[in-house]
């Protein structure tokens, strides 16, 4: 299908082609008719994105912030790669669409294949010719509403939403500042509800505009005396509330807003401008400030923007959805009109012109329509190039790179992997682990072979595919399952998914590597282990399951192992951890999405633990600290002791309280009159006996063992050897993480009891 796109890093704009989205359970397929070009917001956003290093370094001060952080504790090789891997993103244009619904998830109420609706969302409502948009970011359109207008809602929204939080009452009298399409849309909404509504804008034939349609009066900045002709208007007071709909990098809409308000006003911005507020003028009139945020409540909220819950409506009467739907009713009755408002009309292939005109300035543009005549074929079968030979045909939802021949010859798990040939991957999930970290580990390792990629949308599967020369990308996880060319499966996708993933990709015959952890319960972790117990055969080894636990095969971990050759007595070792925080709505505290950081991230220092002391827990308390503020997570600030079988001890710091801009990691081990200590993964000393033997320096950047976990694994599969790591031990591990979290119910130490397979 056909998807407006744009590199963030190069500020490339192009039409791509990518596969469809594939449908989740809370979410429905449309079949897009029309999109619409918020011109704004888009255009703010195409400036950006083509400014140099320096220039987006320039107009995100917050981020270059972050960046330096990460260079005083990573080091420069590891900040540059994670910068470079967040700009190197393609980033889908578009966040308000209409079309037909053509599939609906199973979890999904209150719409069937081929309702007419209209969606919001950016990443969501992209100009796509197939959109998956989630439940809650979906409303029908009335019959008597085009698809065109329909394709207004997310604008219509974010007035309708900007408009509530100003608190309006009967009478009053309100001045909307900027007259794009945020602005025009917001004057008929105030006067259809009855308003006195003043417009101003930079642009005289918008004023003009906004007159004919519902603006009582107006001026043109610039031009007019706008204050004076405000207070005139009202009788010498000013407007109960000012709404600003501008788009500038100054601050003179907040101080123009601030001149036209009355004492004890409201300002509302919804609109982007600078927001450095002039203390004097906003102490003497003691006026409101705020900033609305987009369609209304539920937008950032994960379970919400995921279609997953609701608000009640007797709690939360207007949230984004809800918004929504209400202006569509608007456009039903005629109280708002969006005719006047499109200036042009493209189909999508000409899409990429629409963007240079409306970036070109010569043409006065309010709103673009782009619409989509084609109707994807989603019956027809594409050849993926295996010729006659019986294997698998592709879907459109699976696009094929040309050139691309197969490069290893076909052959299961229970085979080797010559080790004059390649190691062919496919990836599932390319998220900014993959771009960041372990795509570029793989590159120059010789023998592995990035083969396929499969994404849930496709969009960064396309960019990745043509990035790392891959032979194609997919929506369809089955394809990569069942490509016979493929040898290892790298599961790269939220925590929730892992154990499903790897239980197909066992049974597929594949050998896998799923990155932490192997699974989020005991439920999961059983049926990984009777199926990997049940893959013995007379006639075959068992495919390869590694776990990303990378540290283990860190530079400073290897040191530390060399100097603890010998010693045989227990061993005490403290990992602390200093995180950083992280909000709580973000997936990783999901239940079922992330599992928590206890399972999710201190599982790898757990498996550290075990490679120090070359043994297993046998026994884990773990204690968190207990603060009846929100912004202090539980699962985020603990300590967790392991009892091991050797009799060592171990001890893990696991804490989002500390400052992210302080060293990540630090490790001290003791044993046998010795002391070890790695700093960051960056340095590594082992004091015994009086003297010190030192690993890295100041300049040596962060090396967390990704590169020589990828290089353990290739070598293994082509020399067919075993993977250094046992999967009785990433068993151990993870049932390791659940001892800690029933621990931390319990407030009693637990067992931990049976092993791997």
Known sequence: MKQVIQNYNTGELILAEVPAPSLGNNSLLIRTETSLVSVGTERYMLDLAKKSLIGKALARPDLVKQVIN?????????????????????????????GVVTAVGNSVTGFA???????????????????????TLAVKIPDN??????????????AMHAIRMAKLTFGERVVVLGLGLLGQLAVQILNSAGYWVFGADVVPSKVKMALEHGAHDGATIGQDDVVSAVRTL??????????????????????????????????????????????????????????????GPGMYDPAYEAGKVDYPLSFVRWTAQRNMAHFLEMLSDGKVTVEHL?????????????????????EPVIGVILTYPGKPDFSRRVDLGHGDNGSPQRTPRTQRLPEKTPQSSARSASSAVNKDSVVSIGLIGAGLFAKGT???????????????????????????????????YTTDVKEILEDPEIDLVMILTRHGSHASLVCEALRSGKHVYVEKPLCLNEKQLDEIVNLYSSLFTSHSSRPYLVVGFNRRFAPTTQFLLKHLQGIATPKIVTVRANVGYIPPEVWVHDPEQGGGNIIG??????????????????????SAVRSESEAVIPDDNMVITLTMADGSVGNIVYTALGDKAYQRERVELFAGGG?????????????????????????????????????????????????PVSFDSYVATTKATFAAMESLRTGQPVNIHGGGC
Not at 150 to 158: E, K
Not at 441 to 459: D, R
Not at 610 to 619: E, G, N, R, V
């Open 70 to 98: 990460k260079v005083q504790t990573e080091g420069l090789g590891e900040a540059w790669r994670q910068s470079k891997g967040r700009l190197d993103t393609p980033v889908p244009l578009g966040y308000s669409a209409a």
């Open 234 to 295: 009202t009788g010498g007071h000013g407007a109960d509330a000012v709404i600003i709909f501008a788009s500038s990098k100054s601050n003179d809409p907040i101080e123009l807003a601030a001149g036209l308000a009355r004492e004890r006003g409201r300002i509302v911005v919804p609109g982007l401008v600078g927001l450095d507020i002039p203390r004097k003028v906003f102490y003497e009139k003691e006026l409101d400030f705020l900033v609305s945020r987009a369609w």
């Open 438 to 472: 372990l795509l570029p580990a793989l590159k120059g390792i010789e023998g592995a072979k990035p083969w396929a990629v499969a994404t849930s949308t496709g969009l960064s599967g396309e960019h990745i595919a043509k990035k790392y020369s891959l032979a194609y």
């Open 113 to 135: 294949v081929g309702d007419r609706v209209a969606c919001a969302g950016s990443g969501i409502a992209s100009h796509a010719e197939i959109l998956r948009v989630p439940q």
């Open 342 to 362: 499109i200036t042009y009309r493209f189909p999508i292939d000409r899409a990429v012109e629409a963007y240079k005109m409306i970036l070109n300035g010569k």
């Open 675 to 723: 002391v070890g200590v790695i700093e960051n993964f960056k340095t590594a000393l082992w004091s015994q006996g009086g003297q010190r033997k030192k690993m890295g320096n100041i300049l040596t950047g962060v090396d967390r063992g990704y590169q020589a976990e990828m290089q353990a694994l290739i070598g293994s599969l082509r020399e067919d050897r075993p993977f």
């Open 145 to 158: 509403v085009g698809f065109e207008a329909a394709s207004f809602v997310a604008l219509g929204g974010i």
């Open 601 to 622: 991230e201190a599982c790898h220092f757990v498996d550290l633990i075990q490679t120090l002391t070359q043994s297993h827990p046998i026994s884990v308390y773990a």
